[in-house]
């Protein structure tokens, strides 16, 4: 019994100074980061590549938080974000990699660095991120965050304001538990109008092409391709000036697929064949990507440039068999692919 009472005594005595620790643990917000976006802006829709600094913006940093000191005992400071992470996106800072969250303007992201004011300082990650306090001082507990903006992907045209919004909050931790309130951290209001050079399909947005009837027994082996080849087929694009246009097939079917045979859709009934798609008048097939416009997606490749405004680009493609299997199934076979235009 005489065992229990002191285990509850330790107990209350740790609760007690938690509470101590807290009350003596005040964190405050101090300035606001302002990052800036050029009023206006006149660029190619997607020839800017993700996780660079936004052309002509400004990063914002600002003495941000502080620690009242006074009988405050921490060991730790942790930063945690407000925002919504954009997949696959990381700003490459001087110290290491940072997440990239929301501004609220499409492709258009802000990432985060914040450290004490005698050190260097933290890129931010998607989730809390804690490190060492400072030493003891009117300045070693003071904190600094930074704000970059950043490119996410294909910024189109509009005017965009976001309002003034909350990117993290700041906590004082002893022990790996936060000891004080948690001050709010944010940025002001941003601005931008965006004239965004690109193109629109006029013709051959849908195509249905028919293939020719294969002689099963006219492929021998394996990787061995048709002579006959699919009526020609081609979309038409109509471009603003110095527009460098390209493209990525998609294998609608398997969207992963990057090699250059087409999966077959699963209401063929015939197997042992696929679908190659070329650029019309080469023997070269083409390999196939991801569904996205983003700069240097995977086997994306260049159809051409628009030499002044209202230029017509012509996309034309032929498609032929391809041997897949020892053994070909006669029956009827069907294919999809997508092609996903990229403007540079």
């Not at 019994?1 to 101590?20: N, Q, Y």
């Not at 005040?26 to 600094?53: E, F, K, N, Y």
Request: a positive charge; glycine letters at 10%.
């Amino acid at each position: 019994m005489l065992f229990k009472m002191i285990s509850g005594a330790l107990i209350l005595g740790v609760m007690f100074l938690s509470e101590s620790a807290f009350a003596g643990c005040t964190v405050r917000s101090r300035m606001t980061p302002s990052p800036a976006l050029p009023s206006t802006i006149s660029h190619v829709r997607d020839s800017l590549a993700p996780g660079i600094q936004f052309p002509s913006s400004t990063a914002g940093g600002a003495y941000a938080a502080d620690v009242d000191n006074a009988d405050c005992k921490i060991d730790a400071i942790v930063v945690t974000p407000l925002g919504k992470v954009v997949p696959g996106v990381t700003y490459q800072s001087k110290t290491g990699p940072a997440a990239v969250f929301e501004t609220g303007i499409p492709g258009i992201g802000y990432a985060l660095e914040t450290g004490n004011l005698n050190s260097p300082l933290v890129p931010i990650g998607a989730e809390p991120t804690v490190f060492p306090a400072g030493p003891f001082g009117s300045s070693g507990w003071g904190y600094y965050q930074l704000v970059t903006l950043v490119v996410t992907g294909s910024v189109p045209t509009g005017n965009y304001r976001v309002a003034a919004q909350t990117t993290s909050t700041l906590g004082a931790m002893l022990n790996g538990t936060v000891v004080s309130n948690r001050a709010s951290m944010g940025i002001y209001a941003l601005n931008i109008t965006v004239t965004a050079k690109a193109c629109t399909i006029t013709s051959g947005a849908t195509n249905t092409v028919v293939m020719p009837q294969l002689v099963t027994y006219s492929l021998k082996a394996v990787g061995d391709v048709s002579a006959a080849k699919s009526a020609p087929f081609s979309l038409g694009l109509k471009c603003d000036a110095g527009v460098s246009v390209y493209a990525t097939l998609t294998d609608a079917t398997n969207p992963a697929n990057t090699g250059n045979i087409l999966s077959l859709a699963k209401n063929s009934t015939a197997s042992g064949l696929g679908i190659q798609i070329m650029k019309k008048g080469t023997s070269i097939p083409l390999n196939f990507g991801p569904d996205s416009a983003a700069k240097g997606n995977t086997n994306q490749w260049l159809v051409g440039t628009s030499a002044a405004s209202g230029s017509v680009i012509s996309v034309p493609f032929e498609a032929r068999y391809i041997k897949t299997a020892e053994t070909i199934k006669p029956g009827a076979m069907s294919a999809l692919s997508t092609i996903t235009f990229s403007y540079q």
